[in-house]
């Protein structure tokens, strides 16, 4: 009964290739996050949909493309994979944009490897 | 840049003993949150603070939050091994985190 769940959970793949990491909460949550942490452990923000609608996209490189069917699912797809996209990609979700509802729900991660 | 700062960056201790740790921010907040997260794990909520509180307690978490320094804190009293793991703030509408600061407890 994970509440978040993101896969794969381990991705490895050559400079160029195109990815997609998928996103998955069972929660109700209305607003989901992609968030990347690096080598340094250091998480920052990429995106976050609100009912399947963009709200936060912090200045990523459009390489990134996220996508949001329903309000239950975010997928993040890159183009032409670079070494520095090498991190784990966390999603996260929360019940609302509602202020005293922001705790974040996380996934496992997914470990993506540009070789 | 609206990142914000977390001290120390690592944190060794015996088990018994206390952790403090420590969370700058920039920006303005209605509220701020601490999180762990294990080793090749997610991020797991412990605790929120209100703009307007100073001070919350959750067993043997206490934080603290000063908005005229824009800091808050975060303490683990009596710590054990299982407290093992890299501890984040978190704040701001976008809910962005800080560096993190990573605590060893050692048996």
């Known amino acids: 009964d994970t509440a978040v769940s993101q896969t794969p959970k381990y991705l490895v793949t050559q400079m160029g290739n195109d990815k997609s990491i998928k996103c998955e909460q069972n929660?109700?949550?209305?607003?989901m996050y992609w968030y990347k942490q690096d080598s340094k452990k250091f998480l920052k923000i990429m995106f976050s949909y609100n009912n399947k609608e963009l709200i936060i996209n912090e200045t990523v490189p459009n390489r990134f493309s996220p996508k949001s069917p329903d309000k239950a699912h975010l997928n993040l797809h890159i183009n032409s994979l670079e070494l520095g996209d090498s991190a784990v990609y966390f999603c996260a979700s929360r019940l609302s944009l509602v202020s005293g509802a922001n705790v974040l729900t996380f996934g496992a991660g997914s470990r993506l490897t540009v070789l | 840049s609206q990142q914000g700062e977390e001290d120390p960056q690592a944190l060794s201790i015996q088990e018994g003993e206390n952790a403090t740790m420590n969370c700058s921010y920039k920006t303005s907040i209605n509220n701020l949150q601490w999180y762990r997260q294990n080793s090749g794990r997610g991020l797991v909520h412990l605790i929120l603070?209100?703009?307007?509180?100073r001070e919350k307690h959750s067993g043997r978490l206490r934080v603290t939050l000063d908005t005229s320094k824009k800091s808050s804190s975060l303490l683990i009293t009596a710590s054990r091994a299982a407290d093992t793991a890299s501890y984040f703030c978190a704040y701001g509408r976008k809910l962005q985190f800080g560096a993190g600061t990573q605590v060893v407890v050692t048996p």
């Open positions: 929660l109700g949550h209305d607003t």
């Open positions: 603070i209100r703009s307007n509180e």
